[in-house]
């Protein structure tokens, strides 16, 4: 089984060693030709703006747009949600791929210094925590009728899916714990 991973900018090794460790081959998505024989795709953490902006120089955006929309499985990743996502609530008004029935709100911990850490119960994945490392981290601040909330943290959701969507406002890949990435390739039929 191919998993892609985009490849243009943020936490693109740690996922790569996380589906290494499950013995799954990563594919680097960097070109439109990358994305014809992937089963599913994981967007990473980074810069969402820097994101958007690569991913249209490069000729992706559509490419990886309709994919998705046709059923690839995808695991957004704090940015990478934020590219899923169907609306921003920031301004200026920020373009996304409009996939995941989400709106979210950018930066809404506050700065890099503001970033955390803490572990939470994530009842999909069983009994034990989950660490998770929020990260200038987004808020999904709300979610339509068939998003199905897995976690939430304050009261916000944090693990949210739809369909063939899974987005996540922190970073699983920068734990140990496989489990998130195991689920997330059970979905893709692995
Ligand atoms: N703050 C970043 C953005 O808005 C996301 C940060 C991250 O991916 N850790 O794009």
Redesign the pocket.
């Known amino acids: 089984m191919k998993i892609g991973i985009l490849a243009i900018q943020?936490s693109i090794i740690e996922h790569k060693k996380m589906l290494e460790k499950l013995k799954v081959e990563p594919v680097l998505v960097k070109k439109p030709e990358d994305i014809d024989y992937i089963e599913g795709i994981i967007l990473p953490?980074?810069?969402?703006?820097t994101f958007l902006t690569i991913l249209e120089n490069r000729s992706l955006f559509t490419k990886l747009q309709r994919r998705l929309k046709e059923g690839l499985p995808a695991m957004g990743?704090?940015?990478?949600l934020?590219l899923l996502a169907k609306e921003i609530e920031n301004h200026p008004e920020q373009k996304s791929l409009g996939i995941l029935d989400v709106i979210v709100s950018?930066?809404a911990y506050g700065r890099q210094r503001e970033s955390f850490t803490t572990s939470l119960k994530i009842p999909v994945l069983g009994e034990k925590e989950f660490e998770c490392v929020f990260?200038?981290?987004?808020q999904i601040v709300k979610v339509g009728n068939d998003v199905k909330v897995q976690a939430t943290f304050d009261e916000k959701p944090i693990f949210v899916e739809e369909k063939n969507i899974i987005g996540l406002t922190f970073?699983p890949e920068l734990t140990e714990d496989t489990r998130i990435h195991e689920y997330f390739l059970k979905r893709c039929g692995f």
């Open positions: 943020g953490g980074g810069e969402s703006t990743t704090c940015a990478g934020i950018r930066n990260i200038r981290a987004p970073h």
